[in-house]
């Protein structure tokens, strides 16, 4: 340890002795990793789980299905009928995600519907709203810190005739693989000044101010690892002194390798619910005389908390 601690997440000084994610608790760490590993070797990261909208998750699979967060931290599911926003919402409800965020595109009820949009459309200066490829991120990375994202989830109403899958990898685990081989460039990545987001400004009206903040964190209450990350190369300032630049050049290479990556393309009445990982999509086609792609997103404060669903 060394004065990087001194700037290293406030949040973590709320979060008592037990939790995994602090660097001195190497006990809580084993254990939660060998638990996390065994996991995932038991169960299957795209296990689709049915759902029925009136009767919402089987009981007789929630505990698999608490499982398969603890695994992957995140969990397909296939509807039998076509889900409305309103039932979606719900669906999330169920896994305890209720605090929702809204961010410039979303609709009225804070659900984002991801399509192409018209060029006169205002959204469409932005990836989600067009049919490019959108590479590694998690959501939200430029929240403040009071509006720190946790969870996400999407639906997919109609998918693309060619291109649209999903690549996700799991922040706990990238977590898991710097902490086994190098902590000290965690250090770096919950440092409070490693990654700054300048502000979004369009003419003269700020958007969004700048906003800088960790990589890793753990959110107050909680203790749940949080992680704000973007592969884009502009308009991202990182920390550059050498053990940050180690650090960075770490997480990429992890993500260039692919080994823990896991692809998939959502079929219509498909979703996925998820704590906030890491995750990116193809580029699209949508075919002629087919509906075009739709996708509900919805993003959550909240981490994946099956007690307060049950509460
Ligand atoms: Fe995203």
Known sequence: ???????????LNSCDENSPFMLENEGAYQAWRARKLRYRQELTATKVYPLIPESGLPDAMLDQIRKQVAAFNFVVFESTVQLGKSEFLALNRQFGLQDLDI???????????????SESDKRSQYIPYTSRGMNWHTDGYYNPDGRRINAFALYCVHQSERGGDNFLFDHEMMYLLIRDEAPNLLEAL????????????????????????????????????????????????????????????????ILMDGKTMIEIKLREHQGIVCNNILHGRQAFHNGAGMPPR??????????????????
């Not at 739709?294 to 509460?311: E, G, H, M, P, S």
């Open 103 to 117: 961010n410039l595109g979303a609709d009225e009820d804070k659900v984002t519907s991801l399509q192409v949009v």
């Open 1 to 11: 340890m060394n004065a990087t601690l001194d700037h290293m997440s406030s949040a």
């Open 294 to 311: 739709l996708v509900y997103r919805a993003r959550y404060y909240d981490a994946i908390n099956f007690d307060k669903a049950l509460a």
């Open 190 to 253: 919950m440092c409070d000044d490693m990654m700054c987001v300048p502000a979004n400004v369009e003419g003269n009206r700020v958007i969004r101010a700048a906003e800088t903040g960790p990589v890793f964190s753990l959110q107050p209450g909680t203790c749940a690892l949080n992680m704000r990350y973007t592969s884009r190369p502009h308009n991202i300032v990182w920390k550059s002194d050498r053990q940050s630049a180690s650090a960075l050049n770490r997480v990429r290479e």
